[in-house]
């Protein structure tokens, strides 16, 4: 979405969009499995898990990195990949709010 389009929606609306967006591949929900089961992970070892190039799994981490679920950490010659537990919260509390919108509501639609 252009630049001008996204700022007529709200922040927040604009957050769950960045969101959803860094979760809608399926490499990049396993490479968040994979975090999240060990906790931390160096890029090379990500790379052994999954069936892909490291040009791949460096450009699902790009985007996982940009919209903050991912932070990455320097070390020597490689990069130190961990789930940023604060934007997690506000992920799924997003998601919640966002999805508890259907709960509110009364009636059908149809």
């Known amino acids: 979405m252009g630049q001008a389009k996204s700022e007529e929606f709200s922040v927040r609306d604009n957050r769950i969009a960045e969101f959803a967006k860094a979760l809608a591949h399926p490499a990049r929900i396993a490479i968040l499995r994979i975090l999240i089961q060990r906790n931390a992970c ?35 010659t490689k990069v130190c990949y ?3 537990e604060k934007a997690w919260k506000e992920a799924t509390q997003h998601f919640a709010d966002f999805t508890g919108l259907i709960l509110q509501k009364t009636g059908g639609c149809c």
């Open 82 to 84: 961990c789930i940023d």
């Open 42 to 76: 160096i890029c090379g070892d990500l790379v052994e898990d999954l069936p892909l190039s490291q040009s791949t799994v460096s450009q699902h981490l790009k985007t996982l990195k940009e919209a903050g679920l991912i932070i990455g950490e320097i070390e020597g």
